[in-house]
Every structure is written in structure tokens, then in C-alpha cells.
């Protein structure tokens, strides 16, 4: 059974950090890109950061680069997502997911991952 398991969120003042991880277990991710994605109420699920499995590319939504940064750690099978210059507006339920083989667009496509996580709150106060 697939699982990844978020954690790190929580309540930030505007300008601060946080790091989210993502554990994943239950099968080799080997050839799986992962990433992330927030959902605040109200609004659609929409892509964030993600990761290839080698590693080696890195993409992000316009309104986080240069703030945050994606990385892996393969021996652990572990995904982190580092948060700085956090926003009010970068409140919502941030979301771990993998999927097999993403090539291009479909990094930001969140119809591409199959696995995903439960969700961690991230809320960052004015």
C-alpha cells in the first residue's frame, strides 16, 4: 500500500519559513516525479513545486519562485518542500503527490500524480 505522509505545517507570521516533507513508502519511486500543490478554501487545487526523480529539474508556479525550493532524498524516500518569504496568500493545504513518468506540462497537471497525501495546513498570519 502507497503512502505519503505530509508534515511541517503549521501557523507562520508573514515573512517567515517553514519546510514540509513528505515521506513516501509501499513501492519503489523510481521513474516518479514528485510534487506539490495547495488547495485554500474555496479555490481549486493548484500546482505548487515539483520534482523529477532523478532529481536533477525543478519546476515551480511563478507565485513561489525564488521562494521556495523543492529537494529529495532518495535514501529516505523523503520530499521537502522549503517555505521563505511566506504570504498571507500562500495559506492553504499543502499537498505531497507522485506520479509515474511526468514529462513537460504534465508536472503541473495535477491529474498526472496518482498517489497523494493527506494534506498539512500551512497558515501564515498579516
Known sequence: Q????E?????VQAGGSL???CAASGRAFSNYAMGWFRQAPGKEREFVAAINWSGA????ADSVKGRFTISGDNAKNTVYLQMNSLKPEDTAAYYCAAGPLLSGSSYYTHQRYN???QGTQVTVSS
Open 7 to 11: 508534515s511541517g505545517g503549521g501557523l
Open 2 to 5: 502507497v503512502q505519503l505522509v
Open 19 to 21: 519546510r514540509l516533507s
Open 115 to 117: 498517489y497523494w497525501g
Open 57 to 60: 529539474s525543478q519546476f515551480y
